[in-house]
């Protein structure tokens, strides 16, 4: 008998348990629907205030911000958190409460119940768009966006909460995944409403990069989160980016170029009246680039299904029948009315603006 006979063999690992926040809907479910078809997971469970109808998953209905969470993720080994409210029309303080208390909730949780990793979604939007962000952004970039009352400030609050729980549960891994602009069927953002406008608002001296991510590549990227291949901050996009000629090109909508000062100033002033959802700082994101370098996705052998252009010609394709003026959507009827002239809003608005400071010169 050979001494390699006397090595016991070892045992595959044990498969890990994973579960998922917000997974009756979105996002949420259509990373659901990927896991329970993945043979990396013991099994998979769904967590949601009502029951989906991904049936191979084990469901349990609650509430994330419920503080009895943690009793029922005491078998789990890996959460993945979707649940959240992001949309445009939600009222600021109503969704950040939710946003931070679900995060807070789930965090706190987990390292109760010893959940071995949290992975959790922003944005690149936290390291902020500005003329001078080097294309593309490293990943270990510092986060320089502007804390507002809009949804990146909802962002760069959840990522907060994150650091102060691994200081807090050093035991406690949390990877945090940053896509680009994110499109696909059911996507509402910022970003995907720009394109609805008449025409692209752009600044002077400054002309903005496109990056976008498609929730497949979303979700595969997540994939591998849960299964720990990628950990810490994670960069999710296309490869590449789009250049402002190219996204006018393909969209068939010209630009309108206006000084900084009077754009962020008058739909800074369009949202104080309540005109417009989105503080003037979301406009940032539409007019100066904020391109993020997928590195540790790269160097796992993760591929993008979706290149920019796929994603871009989807987003014009998914567009609303409706005209979008900074974030606020018009029915066809009054945008047809309103946007006669101009573009309206802030490119109308400034439009005026810029008329009346002429004829007071003269």
């Not at 991510?213 to 591998?224: G, I, K, N």
């Not at 393909?250 to 754009?263: N, V």
């Not at 252009?309 to 014009?316: I, R, V, Y």
Request: charged share 25%; aromatic share 4%.
């Amino acid at each position: 008998m050979q001494s390699e006979d006397l090595v016991p063999t070892s045992k595959r690992p044990r498969q890990p348990v994973v579960a998922v926040t917000g997974a009756a809907s979105g996002l949420g479910r259509e990373l659901l629907a990927r896991l329970v078809s993945s043979a990396d997971f013991r099994r998979v469970v769904a967590i949601d205030e009502e029951r989906g109808d991904v049936r191979e998953a084990t469901w349990r209905v609650i509430d994330v911000r419920d503080p009895l969470l943690a009793n029922r993720i005491s078998d789990i080994d890996v959460i993945v958190h979707l649940a959240g409210d992001y949309a445009v029309d939600s009222d600021p303080r109503e969704r950040r409460a939710y946003n931070l208390r679900a995060a807070q909730t789930v965090l706190t949780a987990a390292a109760a119940a010893r959940v071995r990793r949290v992975v959790l979604v922003t944005s690149a939007m936290v390291y902020g768009a500005a003329p001078e962000n080097d294309v593309p952004l490293p990943e270990d970039a510092a986060v320089a966006a502007e804390p507002d009352t809009g949804v990146v400030g909802d962002y760069l609050e959840i990522e907060a909460l994150a650091r102060r729980s691994l200081r807090s549960h050093p035991g406690l891994e949390v990877t945090v995944l940053r896509p680009a602009a994110v499109v696909g069927p059911g996507v509402d953002t910022v970003i995907t409403r720009h394109f609805e406008s008449p025409r692209l608002l752009t600044v002077k001296g400054c002309s903005p990069r496109w990056q976008f991510c498609h929730l497949d590549d979303l979700v595969s990227a997540l994939e591998l989160a849960a299964r720990g291949v990628v950990t810490g901050v994670v960069g999710v996009g296309s490869d590449g980016w789009l250049e402002q000629e190219q996204v006018e090109e393909m969209s068939g909508l010209r630009r309108f170029e206006l000084p900084a000062g009077l754009t962020f100033g008058t739909a800074q002033r369009l949202h104080r009246l309540g005109i417009t959802p989105a503080p003037a700082t979301d406009l940032h994101y539409v007019v100066y680039p904020w391109v993020v370098d997928c590195a540790r996705l790269r160097e796992a052998g993760w591929k993008p299904s979706w290149t920019n252009e796929a994603a871009f010609k989807q987003l014009l394709e998914l567009r609303e029948k409706a005209t979008t003026v900074v974030g606020r959507r018009l029915p066809v009827k009054e945008a047809t009315l309103t946007a006669a002239g101009a573009t309206v809003a802030v490119i109308g608005t400034a439009a005026i603006v810029r008329q009346v400071r002429r004829k007071r010169r003269q």
